[in-house]
């Protein structure tokens, strides 16, 4: 996760994630929410660290799918309303101890061939698309230079045809 093909897409998963925490806890104290907004945030990016160090990457459902069953357990298990401003440190420290638990299953799953191939394919239509730019740029570098391309030494005309001044 550490360089995101397509930024729209992890934008949207963190405010999904955001707006989830939202309607979960803290669906009766919206200033409460703003307050904490940026603390939650930092939370709920603290696993892409995790996965960076490790050299993990992970598609955007994937990790939206990781910190949703994290809240999902929070809300079943756990006493959120407890915690009042100290939320978004008790999610910060539910999904730490969670990838303390299960980070070597997690790290055998994302490095598992079937990942590896996904990225491989995805790199490889990319690569094809950057040799298909490359192509139309050298087709554009070719044509600048045959239009600015001046015969060498000096120019015959025909005698038996007149310039036109």
Request: hydrophobic share 40%; charged share 25%.
């Amino acid at each position: 996760m550490s360089t995101p093909r397509d930024p729209a897409a992890l934008t949207a998963t963190l405010e999904a994630l955001l707006g989830a925490i939202r309607l979960r806890f803290y669906r009766h104290r919206p200033a409460d929410y703003q307050r904490d907004r940026r603390r939650l945030l930092h939370a709920v990016t603290w696993p892409a660290t995790w996965l960076e160090e490790r050299g993990l990457t992970c598609a955007p459902p994937r990790y939206h799918t990781l910190i949703e069953e994290r809240l999902q357990a929070i809300a079943a298990h756990g006493n959120p309303a407890a915690y009042g401003a100290y939320f978004p440190a008790y999610l910060l420290k539910c999904l730490q101890d969670w990838f303390d638990r299960h980070g070597d299953e997690l790290y055998s799953e994302l490095k598992h061939i079937r990942n590896a191939l996904d990225q491989l394919l995805a790199s490889a239509c990319f690569a094809e698309r950057v040799q298909q730019h490359a192509r139309q740029l050298d087709l554009l570098v070719s044509t600048h230079r045959l239009l600015a391309r001046r015969p060498s030494g000096p120019q015959h005309h025909a005698t038996d045809q007149l310039t036109l001044f």
